[in-house]
């Protein structure tokens, strides 16, 4: 029989867009290929480090689910739509990859996160010490990728060029993640300070993913912005979307524990949402359920009763309705940017059908 928590959250429909490694499968293999071509060129008595790497990453040979690579695709697909070709770009697109699963890594630590893609986190497994130092090889190995761009004949200052970008991405991710965590020890969260952490948490990662392939296929700056700029909206459209799926769904759809955003007191888009529009007692009883005491079970996840109530909160609001909908505006900005981008067609529909996976209409 269901809980109410779960028949709260089954009441929530998601459309579901193109699945991803579907349409993509050989641009996703070779992606994953060169990651390890990456991984396999270190040896000697280090190696079980890159077996750990391998592991994270899910190319460990087992059947696990390998993270959708919506980041270096979306590399691969931008470069593609300028030049016609996938492969020149490979290196870029695994240093975006590695790049994004140092900070997975390190996420996890920070969040006490023992499970990723339905199997146990690094640091679950071999230790807080270890996995901090496999999240510093992964971010070593992404800069080292990049650098295999010059032996595939693009000249040093591009490669620099996309250097200093990689660099200044990796700076916003920190501060992104900065204020993720500090929001968490805050009663009250605004819409603009939420908007501001996920810019740099998860949009700028994504455009800068599509900016890393318009870098190494142009030399006009004004293209090179305009792809930077399609990425980042996409990017906040693809946040708010994984925070309502966070929040309202169910784990067998999601792959995350039922209202996982929930459990954790996580200022989600809903949640700083109803923070904000709520009623005064609503706002209020949300403020004391999210805070955090010091003290033992101050992290402790949030009972089945509390999600309830949340839930509940959440839905006299509108706020999951609020949440759909912005995500999908920035998605239709996204699709409206696309429009204008200087490339063929046919190739667009690809950069169209990689948008309509990250949020449906």
Not at 54 to 60: F, I, K, M, V
């Amino acid at each position: 029989m269901a809980t109410p928590v779960t028949r709260l959250v089954e009441e929530v429909g998601y459309a579901s867009g193109v699945d991803i490694r579907v349409e993509f499968t050989r641009e996703l293999a070779k992606i994953d290929g060169e990651m390890m071509r990456v991984l396999n060129e270190r040896g000697g008595h280090a190696r079980p480090l890159y077996e750990m790497l391998a592991y994270h990453l899910g190319l460990d040979g087992t059947e696990v689910a390998r993270g959708k690579r919506l980041r270096p695709l979306l590399g691969l697909l931008a470069y593609h739509s300028l030049t016609g070709d996938y492969d020149a770009a490979l290196p870029g697109a695994a240093a975006v990859e590695l790049g994004h699963n140092f900070s997975l890594v390190h996420d996890d630590i920070e969040d006490g996160d023992r499970e990723r893609r339905h199997r146990p986190t690094l640091w679950a497994i071999w230790g807080i010490p270890l996995a901090i130092n496999a999240g510093d090889a992964l971010f070593a190995l992404s800069r080292l990728a990049i650098y295999r761009l010059l032996d595939d004949g693009f000249d040093e200052r591009r490669v620099l060029e996309l250097m200093r970008i990689y660099d200044e991405t990796c700076l916003a991710l920190c501060e992104g993640q900065y204020l993720d965590i500090t929001f968490e020890r805050h009663d009250s969260v605004t819409v603009d300070a939420y908007l501001e952490m996920i810019g740099k948490k998860t949009a700028a990662l994504l455009g800068a993913s599509v900016q890393a392939g318009a870098i190494l296929a142009t030399d006009d700056p004004e293209v090179i912005e305009a792809y930077r700029r399609f990425g980042y909206d996409l990017g906040m459209a693809f946040q708010m979307a994984d925070d309502v799926k966070g929040t309202f769904w169910a784990s067998a759809e999601s792959g995350k524990p039922e209202a996982g955003d929930v459990r954790r007191r996580k200022k989600t888009l809903p949640v700083v949402w109803a923070l904000e529009h709520g009623s005064d007692a609503d706002r209020a009883r949300l403020r004391a359920i999210y805070a955090r005491d010091e003290g033992a079970g101050a992290d402790e996840p949030m009972s089945d009763e509390l999600v309830t109530e949340v839930l509940a909160i959440l839905a006299r609001c509108g706020a999951r309705e609020h949440a759909s909908a912005e995500a999908r505006r920035y998605r239709d900005r996204a699709l409206a940017l696309l429009d204008e981008l200087p490339c063929p067609p046919e190739r667009r529909e690809d950069l169209e059908r990689f948008v309509r996976s990250v949020i449906a209409a």
